[in-house]
């Protein structure tokens, strides 16, 4: 045979990809475009309405992080503008004037972070320059009304800057006798733990001897002669959120008072403090928790989100709060009689990495209205609220998913997702008309066949309405019988809906019919049909989403002998008990799950000393955890189960989940396998390092493949059984 040699070969590739390209042909999306991926985040509008302020995010050129740095874009049309050379900037705020940025670098030494820092950057022109230098790195800046000073937040104490100060005389006078600055011999690395709640999923173990707290530091006129920062704020409690007053005079912040809020119903009240420094006083407290202030900009009143502690419920709405900033005002809720969620969102796998930035009410220029983030029925779209009266007013409407918005008092920028659309900057008129000022995934998604997903609305066994999801293959033809994945969402109190989901269409471009399903317990309802799975998580809620897929098989499409089920968190729990409990499905993905509801309580990050999900603990009512956990069923699975776990997730600990449904199913030689994410925390599939997410789909869909489809596989060292298990089952 006549050898054909590459020289030859790879030219004439090259043609038939451009010829493909030229012709318009698109192909299907893969797991490894995430790493082409443009994300955008925390927008903030100029004060003069001409232009916006965005961090923009993209995976390093080694794919095992990601980059962000400040650009702009005009609202009146016109090319986005890098405004920072850094690789970790964010949180970036205007001055008043639209003179200044400032934002947060996040500087490197040898290659290893150092603390954040705020820097600002000139917009006349001129690089960015260094404001604070604090040992523990500043965050969140906010500008005083007269841009003359910013505030922010710091775990910096006395001891730091003790530490700092000696250290840099040391180094100015050369001298290496001088004395350790304070530094021990031997720098401890272990823990002493009093407190129940001593780790967060994302900081790893929390060092209650520091405190984040409100400090101010003047503009600096010479880049050269910094001043120093004041700490306004101090003592044994966290200040979150700084907003200045308009006139100057005070800075207002979120805190909870209290050092071991778990043992009670936890509050957190809204304090104010003068700008100079001093006692802070109690603005605003309601028999709650309390979050995202905003003043209006006349200085009289402030609102804010705040949900109530009672009823003891599983999920309890929240609502929009107004109080008149005078002594003895009570807070109002303006929502108390409107049912939807407010400050709510859609749960996506697209959400900007590292993008920071956060939501509020956001006030006219005139005081009359709020505006505000509201979730119905997996939608995520901006209301407004008369501020007196509450009445509402749709502002946004469409089939999206707003994560992030601003406004100078008049005009409103938001960030929008949509099923096909990862998210994307756009001008909001005052009557709710939608300008796209950017498309930073244009080149990319040119290439990719995305399909939008078909919406249904389904009746589960009681009667209750279930809506759902169903992304189709690019090329479906309902004269054809698919494989369906059932994906269920975690929370449990989270909402599919629309907005981009890598995940969804990474599925249904192998060839799956992916059903998602906002199953009793999701938001973006009432408040009762997410407190309904209330002592009974989970239950129920199992057999919406049996009915769901009933739709769908009813519907003719589906192969009823090739389905799967896969589920994160809440839904990795759900994924559990579907195949404890039930052998119609083919094949399983479990992720980050629960097993063991009793394990779980013991060693999650956080507590459940209250009776929202349990009545009592579980040494004094142990067969209710019994009775609500998979692996109490575990003799009842034949089906196989993947365990996708990430080894730093304290939200769901492995050991309380897969890594029991694992043992135990090996024991019972039922084909499994378990991939653990080295490093990887709850937030593996949303924030994960790129190649790990990446990782994480391959192992997913490859399962898949395998049992739903029989693949020919040794990396797992299964072989699909000659006579499918399916083909055997007796599934119901």
């Not at 006030?363 to 995520?380: C, E, F, P």
């Not at 994160?568 to 993905?589: E, I, K, M, P, Q």
Request: glycine share 10%.
């Amino acid at each position: 045979m006549k050898k054909i040699f590459p020289q030859l070969i790879l030219p004439f590739l090259y043609m038939i990809v451009l010829l493909g390209s030229a012709s318009g042909a698109k192909r299907a999306i893969t797991e490894k475009d995430l790493f082409q991926f443009n994300w955008v985040g925390n927008p903030q509008l100029s004060p003069d309405g001409s232009q916006v302020a965005f961090v923009r995010i993209v995976v390093d050129a080694k794919r095992e992080d990601y980059e962000t740095s400040l650009w702009s874009v005009p609202v009146n049309g016109g090319e986005m503008r890098r405004l920072t050379a850094g690789k970790h900037d964010s949180s970036p705020q205007w001055s008043p004037d639209g003179k200044f940025l400032a934002f947060v670098r996040t500087p490197e030494k040898e290659g290893k972070p150092q603390p954040p820092q705020i820097f600002i950057l000139p917009l006349d022109g001129g690089e960015a320059w260094q404001l604070t230098h604090l040992p523990k790195g500043a965050t969140g800046p906010a500008w005083s009304a007269d841009g003359a000073v910013l505030a922010f937040t710091s775990s910096t104490n006395d001891h730091d800057l003790a530490r700092a100060a000696c250290e840099e005389s040391k180094e100015k006078d050369n001298d290496k006798n001088k004395s350790d600055c304070g530094k021990p011999q031997h720098e401890p690395d272990i823990h002493v733990i009093t407190r129940a709640e001593y780790r967060d999923n994302d900081e790893g173990y929390l060092d209650f001897s520091r405190h984040g707290h409100i400090w101010t530091i003047a503009l600096a006129s010479d880049p050269q002669n910094l001043p120093q920062p004041r700490e306004v704020t101090r003592g044994d409690f966290n200040e979150a959120g700084p907003q200045w007053a308009p006139d100057g005079s005070k800075i207002y912040f979120i805190s909870g008072r209290e050092l071991e809020p778990y043992y009670g119903l936890g509050q957190n009240v809204v304090y104010s403090v003068p700008a100079a420094g001093g006692e802070p006083s109690e603005v605003a407290r309601i028999a709650g928790a309390s979050q995202s202030i905003s003043i209006s900009r006349d200085g009289a009143r402030l609102a804010f989100f705040g949900s109530l502690n009672t009823p003891i419920q599983s999920h309890t709405k929240t609502n929009l709060w107004v109080v008149d900033l005078k002594a003895g005002a009570v807070p109002r809720n303006l929502t108390s009689n409107y049912d939807w969620d407010i400050g709510g969102g859609i749960l996506g796998d697209q959400e900007p990495p590292r993008g920071g930035g956060a939501t509020r009410p956001v006030w006219s220029a005139d005081g009359k209205s709020l505006t505000v983030l509201v979730a119905k029925q997996g939608r995520a779209n901006l209301e407004r609220f008369d501020a007196n009266s509450g009445q509402v007013t749709p502002l946004t409407k469409g089939d999206q998913a707003i994560n992030q918005y601003s406004s100078n008092g008049t005009q409103m920028v938001a960030e929008i997702s949509t099923p096909t659309v990862i998210n994307d900057l756009f001008l909001i008129s005052p009557d709710g008309a939608q300008k796209r000022l950017t498309n930073v995934n244009e080149k990319l998604f040119s290439e990719l066949n995305l399909t939008p997903p078909e919406e249904i609305w389904y009746k589960t066994f009681d009667g209750h309405k279930i809506q759902t999801w169903v992304q189709k293959p690019p090329d479906f033809d309902a004269n054809k019988k698919y494989p369906l994945i059932l994906n269920i969402h975690g929370g449990p109190h989270a909402a599919h809906g629309y907005v981009f989901f890598h995940e969804m269409q990474w599925m249904a471009a192998k060839g799956y019919v992916v059903l998602y399903p906002n199953p009793r317990g999701s938001t973006s309802y009432d408040e009762a049909f997410g407190n309904i799975i209330q002592y009974h998580y989970p239950g129920d809620d199992f057999k919406d989403l049996m009915a769901g897929v009933d739709e769908l098989v009813r519907r003719g499409y589906i192969d009823e002998k090739h389905m799967g089920v896969t589920g994160g968190s809440g839904g990795g729990l759900l994924t559990d008990w579907v195949v404890t409990h039930t052998n119609r499905f083919a094949g399983a993905v479990a992720q980050r799950d629960i097993a063991d509801w009793a394990d779980w309580w013991y060693s999650a990050d956080f507590t459940l000393f209250q009776p929202r999900w349990f009545r009592k603990p579980p040494f004094e009512d142990p067969a209710d955890y019994r009775d609500r956990s998979p692996i109490t069923y575990i003799n009842n699975v034949k089906t196989p189960l993947m365990l996708i776990l990430g080894d730093a997730d304290t939200r769901t600990p492995p050991d309380a989940g897969g890594g029991q449904m694992f043992r135990a199913l090996k024991f019972r030689k039922i084909p499994t396998a378990m991939v653990r994410f080295p490093g990887e925390t709850h937030e593996l599939s949303r924030s994960g390092k790129p190649w790990h997410r990446v990782e994480r789909l391959h192992h997913i869909v490859n399962w898949f493949d395998v049992y739903l489809q029989g693949k020919q596989t040794n990396e797992y060292d299964l072989v699909p059984p000659s006579e499918p298990e399916w083909e055997k089952s007796d599934a119901p």
